[in-house]
């Protein structure tokens, strides 16, 4: 099969949009992998410059997945594969509430057995689990972003909420 090459992502203005569209995902994504927002960061920069550095081999219709694979690719060259605990930070809070003191602590202490129970996940439905709970993406979006069947979405997902249930469960 013979692919044109779109020069257009060569082009600053094109090429910005992009980047635009695509840096917030891009940065979610990177940051479910690892649970490090610099690190995350980096990544996602790293990857725009790559990007820009061989915008010519970009096939028309695949730029957001020809991206992600280079952050991908990325993350497993300088990530030391070893499991982190996801470090969410904590939301603000009131400084008045109407909720009681044991309210407050019950959900305190189920965030934390939920931050627990989710770097106890794969990579892999950590991942896939977030993009679709926080970025609010659908399967097939997740699908095509990861480069798998909907089916592999759904069975990550799955497997996945059976695991958090168990394990908060436990907790």
């Known amino acids: 099969m013979n692919h044109t090459i779109d020069e257009d992502y060569c082009n600053e203005k094109k090429f910005s949009k992009f980047f ?6 891009l ?3 990177m940051y479910y ?13 790293d990857a725009f410059l790559k990007f ?3 915008c010519k081999k970009v096939i028309p219709g695949k730029a957001k997945s020809f991206l992600f694979t280079i952050a991908n690719n990325l993350f497993l060259n300088e990530y030391n594969k070893s499991n982190v ?14 909720e009681t003191p044991e309210f407050l ?17 794969s990579e892999a439905q950590r991942t896939t689990f977030l993009m679709n709970r926080i970025d609010g993406k659908k399967y097939k979006e997740i699908a095509k972003i990861l480069e798998i ?6 069975k990550r997902i799955h497997n996945a909420l059976i695991s958090l249930r168990q394990e908060i469960e436990n907790i």
């Not at 635009?20 to 995902?25: C, E, F, P, Y």
């Open 20 to 25: 635009l569209d695509n840096s917030a995902l």
């Open 105 to 121: 602590l019950e959900e305190k202490e189920f965030g934390e057995k939920l931050q627990k129970a989710l770097s106890n996940l």
């Open 27 to 29: 940065r979610n994504y």
């Open 33 to 45: 992998k690892c649970g490090d927002k610099e690190f995350a960061n980096d990544i996602v920069q």
């Open 85 to 98: 605990a996801l470090t969410f930070k904590s939301i603000p809070q009131k400084k008045h509430t109407h």
């Open 149 to 154: 069947s909907v089916k592999a979405v759904e």
């Open 52 to 54: 820009w550095d061989n």
